[in-house]
C-alpha cells in the first residue's frame, strides 16, 4: 500500500482494499490519528511497525484515501491475486536473503 501511494506523482483520489482490519479501521476508525497524537502509542503501549505509519501520514494527506476491507483468502479475485503476489516477492526476498547468507554477505 505504501509502495502503491509512494509511486503516486500527483495527488489522487484513491480506493484501496484491504484484508487487514487493523490498517483499514487504523484509517477509517481514527486509530492512526490518536497514535499521532500520542506519539505513536495506544493505550497498550507501543503500536506495531511506527515506522511504516510514519511513512503512510504524508502519503495520507497528500492524496484522498478511501479503504475497504475485504475478507482475506475469500473469493475475492483481487485478494487472491495480491496474495500471490506478496507470497512470491516474499519468497524471492528469501530466496536472495538465503543466497546471502550462504555466499557470506548477509548484513542485517
Given at each position: 500500500?505504501i509502495?502503491?501511494?509512494?509511486?503516486?506523482?500527483?495527488?489522487?483520489?484513491?480506493?484501496?482494499?484491504?484484508?487487514?482490519?487493523?490498517?483499514?479501521?487504523?484509517?477509517?476508525?481514527?486509530?492512526?490519528?490518536?497514535?499521532?497524537?500520542?506519539?505513536?502509542?495506544?493505550?497498550?503501549?507501543d503500536?506495531?511497525?511506527?515506522?511504516?505509519?510514519?511513512?503512510?501520514?504524508?502519503l495520507?494527506d497528500?492524496?484522498?484515501?478511501?479503504?475497504?476491507?475485504?475478507?482475506?483468502?475469500?473469493?475475492?479475485?483481487?485478494?487472491?491475486?495480491?496474495?500471490?503476489?506478496?507470497?512470491?516477492?516474499?519468497?524471492?526476498?528469501?530466496?536472495?536473503?538465503?543466497?546471502?547468507?550462504?555466499?557470506?554477505?548477509?548484513?542485517?
Amino acid at each position: 500500500m505504501i509502495s502503491a501511494l509512494e509511486a503516486l506523482r500527483e495527488p489522487c483520489a484513491v480506493e484501496l482494499f484491504s484484508d487487514s482490519q487493523y490498517v483499514t479501521n487504523a484509517i477509517n476508525l481514527g486509530w492512526l490519528a490518536s497514535w499521532r497524537r500520542r506519539g505513536w502509542q495506544h493505550r497498550g503501549g507501543d503500536i506495531k511497525n511506527p515506522d511504516l505509519w510514519q511513512r503512510l501520514v504524508p502519503l495520507l494527506d497528500k492524496h484522498s484515501v478511501t479503504m475497504t476491507w475485504v475478507k482475506g483468502h475469500a473469493d475475492s479475485e483481487y485478494n487472491i491475486r495480491c496474495d500471490e503476489l506478496a507470497t512470491a516477492a516474499r519468497d524471492e526476498y528469501v530466496g536472495l536473503e538465503a543466497a546471502a547468507i550462504m555466499s557470506g554477505k548477509y548484513e542485517k
